[in-house]
């Protein structure tokens, strides 16, 4: 699989002004960072969140044409985004982060009805400075800028873009990120959603179940890299996979985090989080896979590209798997060429014989017993 979303793509051009503070009449500065506030979240329906703890952006400011500076605050501790053995924040909040920054702006600046459905294309990070997720005492202050580029075929029905983001944390560069998306409205979602041959299932309700009953115990917390709490372990044992690379994946729809409004699919951010474990699992557990991690264990995701084709059905099983041939090693690169030490996984969701998802996931080697986490090795798609 390959993406140009961070390969090929300028990010926004870094805006002049860099400080811009504004106080309350009480003194307290509110304004930082090019006139950014940092005070209070944004409205959670111009992200399409349910819980206001589940917003993460809280201001935005057009700075050019198609050209944004988005601030957001990321939390100390969260349910399903909790830091790293490491003491890290977890990479993939910068997934998250600009995933609301598409709904925002798309709301904000370009005028998309609220009730329209978004639908994630291809989403990718690159964490070029792991230091800069160390977490501190207080929650961080993040920036992304972000170029925004409207896609041509727009409609009253259809609204697209391309997000291509430089994050910084603390002001200091982080990463960088892209998501590719599309706005549609009611009917049109139903079309895309029919496309497949398998209409949607009624949404959940707030006291809803699984709809796919467990196949077998999930793998342990360690082995997926997680720590914290069970119910964040997204793979299960496949019991009839003739390849040991293949996983089911365990979709909770009582799950706060994957689920935190009703859905009628496989979210997007939920096949992240499989892909995610199961490069963890193929990186620490086959020396042949390993490439430049050598024997040293998997540690901490740093690159994430995935490519969304069709919509998951919550009623029929899903497999992550490494692709390839059955008999081959998983498709280990043997060093990334984003980082030195990564070492990357191809893999693919399947639904009954559709790939829903591609992605190319990397990891770095984990930091030594003890060793601070400065000194480690630091289409159609699925609906936001």
Known sequence: MQSTSLLEREAAPRPMDREGVVSDMSGRVVRTEGGLSFDQTVPRS?????????VFLTDARRVGPGVFRVAAQWPRGHGLYRPTAEG??????????????????????????LDHRF???DLAFRIEDPQALVTRPAPPRVVLDIAFTEHSRRTEKRFGGT???????????????????????????????HRGGTPPQGEPGPDARPLTAPPSPRLPQHAVGRSGGAENVV???DAGAADADSWRLHVDTGHVGFFEHPSDHVPGMLLVEAFRQAGHVLLDRRPAARGALGAAPAGGLV???????????????????????????????PQSPYAPGVTEVVLAAVQDGRTLARARVGHRPAARTGAPAREAGLREGAAA
């Open 88 to 113: 890290l924040h977890d990479p993939v909040l910068v997934a998250e982060t600009i995933r609301q920054a598409g709904i925002y702006l798309s709301h904000t600046y370009y005028g998309v009805p």
């Open 46 to 54: 111009l992200v399409h969140r349910a819980s206001v703890a589940e």
């Open 303 to 333: 690159t994430c590209e995935v490519t969304f084709d069709v919509f998951g059905e919550l009623h029929a099983p899903v497999v992550i798997a490494a692709t390839g041939r059955p008999e081959a090693e998983p498709q280990a690169q």
């Open 119 to 121: 639908v994630i294309r």
């Open 163 to 193: 997000l291509d983001a430089v994050v910084e944390v603390e002001g200091r560069r982080c990463a960088r990120a892209s998501l590719g998306f599309m706005a549609v409205d009611a009917d049109l979602y139903l079309k895309l959603r």
């Open 235 to 237: 793979l299960a044992e």
